[in-house]
Nanobody, 122 residues
């Protein structure tokens, strides 16, 4: 079973930035719809950003203007640039991927990583 590999999480102060990476060994990111999800303690996993195989992107309202999803096809890697971090961004961040044409909710994705923790202090 292919598993994605996230990295780049950490502990930062509010207003800081992080860049999350997601490697996709055995997959070709340009052929996938990929996404970042996050889950805070006691809360459901929520979608943060998606990028289609065509390169179109979507964001949940709470991160628009602060988060940027992108991919490097040559490196076969997905990224999430997170700027202007807020304490409410604290969560485990997961990347996910699917060959399917629908990629909105968690059930649409076939491949997941183990997560990388982002902690933001005020």
């Amino acid at each position: 079973q292919v598993q994605l590999v996230e990295s780049g999480g950490g502990s930062v102060q509010a207003g800081g930035s992080l860049r999350l990476s997601c490697a996709a060994p055995g997959l070709t990111v340009s052929r996938l719809c990929m996404a970042w999800f996050r889950q805070a303690p006691g809360k459901e996993r929520e979608g943060v950003a998606t990028i289609s195989r065509y390169g179109s992107t979507t964001y949940t309202d709470s991160v628009k203007g602060r988060f940027t999803i992108s991919r490097d096809n040559a490196k076969n890697t997905l990224f999430l640039q997170i700027d202007s971090l807020k304490p409410e961004d604290t969560a485990m961040y997961y990347c996910a991927a699917t060959f399917g044409s629908i990629c909105i909710s968690t059930r649409d994705f076939d491949y997941w990583g183990q997560g990388t923790q982002v902690t933001v202090s005020s």
